[in-house]
């Protein structure tokens, strides 16, 4: 995509279509579903400071901040086969209390 540059000389019309075109581009920060949502440079740098968490750092965020993981989260079945059209078990999934 190109960048919308405005220029000095540009009509007052085609400054309008360009802010408007820029501001499309952007979006709208009141849509931005980070906890910084007053500009988009912060938004970046909170997405970009979760993504360099660890597995642990990745558990804790998404346990408080989504739903708790607690071990009655994890019950089901301890296994879960996986058939061909034969019948045949091709592949066994184990679940975290297996």
Same mark, same amino acid.
Do not use: H
């Given at each position: 995509?190109?960048?919308t ?37 912060? @938004?970046?740098? %909170?997405?970009?400071?979760l993504?360099?968490? &660890?597995?642990?750092?990745?558990? =804790? +965020?998404? !346990? ?10 994890? @019950?089901?079945? %301890?296994s ?5 059209? &034969?019948?045949?078990?091709?592949? =066994? +999934?184990? !679940?975290?209390?297996?």
């Amino acid at each position: 995509m190109a960048r919308t540059l405005v220029d000095i000389n540009d009509l007052v019309s085609t400054w309008k279509d360009k802010t408007n075109e820029i501001s499309f581009n952007v979006g709208d920060l009141a849509e931005l579903r980070t906890v910084e949502d007053s500009d988009l440079v912060g @938004a970046i740098n %909170e997405i970009w400071g979760l993504a360099r968490l &660890d597995s642990s750092g990745i558990v =804790t +965020l998404i !346990g408080n901040t989504y739903f708790p993981i607690t071990s009655a989260n994890l @019950a089901g079945p %301890e296994s879960l086969l996986l058939l061909d059209s &034969d019948g045949t078990v091709v592949k =066994t +999934l184990y !679940g975290a209390n297996a």
